[in-house]
């Protein structure tokens, strides 16, 4: 909390010996040196601290800085204020991390640094991006809870015991903990409870999204022997007749499963059957999916963009902007913007690609209908790789 206003970080400056802390507020969904600039003017700095500001912020929200912000839709099924398919308890406040301009506890300034007038040019901080999106944060207590309310209410042949409920709640308390691993038996009460019908799978489904980061977990789930079966159960499980619910937390889940070099080889080699669930979906209008959806696209061309594969990178340029085509929320256009950004950048062929398409056009049109800055600076960047 800041002036009156919830932040997702808040970040204590010291400036130097005598003078009271500033405040930095800063949201994931921002762009780091949109508000490194807004820190700079209000408390009328050199402008020489920009890139140690930015910098600072962004090393400071490593792996959210994309824009996973913290949850603020309601549970479709229970009301706000229960449990929500997907959520988590937001972005914790970093416990530690050091002062932006000099990485210590205290800034001492320098005579030596100059003052500059001049504003820094536009630089491209965004693309190409090369490490995955991944969806980490839960309220595992709620998650339990819910699990717990509708297995009441599940058939005896898929129905757990309190104590297969707790070794699920122990398989996830337990995933950071490097002295220990899944067992084989949780994740079969993993696949059993993954049985349950399709309007109350919902909570086992951000179990599987937690679980699938684990090495083990993907291994079980994304090897070659059973993948195909664990594709085509995402196939089912996000056709035209389930829940929104269901279909995000399915994207979600495969954007986990790239962490891991199981399930990045599964999805490589489904890529157009994937695809084709998120063709399936874009015109859906739920905020959380359109990210949950534009993030399986940005990973696909994280993915993508090391290799020399000329139909993967058309398929996925053409995918991103079919879905660009549809009106999508600001966060998820951004990590569209990202995806042509990354497929794009310094792949002569790409950007022939993404010219015959005449994506230009769209991002264009995209421009002028948005106020984000990290959207609209991220849009620039595209124009120019696509001169």
């Known amino acids: 909390m800041y002036e009156g206003k919830e932040y997702d970080y808040v970040f204590s400056v010291d400036i130097e010996e005598g003078r009271p802390e500033l405040k930095l507020p800063y949201n994931v ?4 040196w949109h508000v490194a600039q807004q820190f700079i003017h209000q408390h009328e700095l050199s402008q020489a601290y920009l ?3 930015a910098n600072f912020i962004i090393s400071n929200t490593a792996g959210v800085t994309l824009g996973s912000a913290a949850p603020t839709y309601s549970d479709p099924f229970t009301g706000g204020g229960r449990y929500v398919p997907g959520g988590g308890a937001g972005v914790q406040q970093p416990t530690a991390g050091g002062d932006p301009f000099t990485g210590g506890s205290r800034h001492i300034p320098a005579s030596s640094v100059p003052m500059e007038t001049t504003p820094a040019p536009h630089r491209n901080i965004y693309f190409p991006k090369t490490s995955y999106i991944t969806f980490d944060t839960a309220n595992l207590q709620q998650i339990i809870g819910k699990l717990t309310e509708l297995n009441e209410s599940i058939a005896n042949e898929y129905k757990l015991e309190q104590s297969d409920i707790s070794q699920l709640k122990l398989m996830v308390e337990k995933l950071n903990d490097a002295n220990s691993s899944p067992t084989l038996d949780q994740v079969k009460i993993l696949q059993k409870a993954l049985k349950w019908p399709q309007d109350q799978v919902f909570p086992v489904l951000d179990i599987l999204r937690l679980c699938i980061r684990n090495q083990f977990v993907n291994k079980c789930f994304c090897n070659k022997q059973d993948g195909a079966a664990f594709i085509s159960y995402i196939q089912q499980i996000t056709s035209i007749n389930c829940k929104t619910a269901n279909k995000m937390l399915v994207f979600r889940t495969l954007c986990n499963a790239f962490q891991c070099d199981t399930g990045s080889n599964l999805l490589k080699n489904s890529r157009e059957e994937i695809t084709t669930l998120l063709m ?20 696909y061309a994280v993915q993508q963009h090391s290799e020399q594969n000329a139909e993967a990178k058309f398929e996925l340029l053409s995918a991103v902007e079919t879905v660009l085509e549809v009106e999508q929320e ?4 951004f990590r569209l913007v990202v995806a042509l950004g990354t497929l794009t950048h310094n792949d002569h062929d790409s950007k022939s690609l993404a010219k015959s398409l005449e994506i230009a056009q769209t991002i264009n049109r995209l421009q002028s209908k948005t106020s984000v800055q990290k959207l609209i600076d991220s849009a620039k960047g595209l124009l120019q790789i696509l001169q």
Not at 29 to 32: F, L, Q, T, Y
Not at 330 to 333: F, G, Q, R, T
């Open 330 to 333: 600001d966060e998820a256009n």
């Open 280 to 299: 399936d979906c874009k015109s859906i209008k739920n905020k959380n999916l359109q990210i949950a959806l534009s993030s399986v696209l940005l990973n």
């Open 51 to 53: 890139e140690q500001v």
């Open 29 to 32: 969904a921002d762009d780091p």
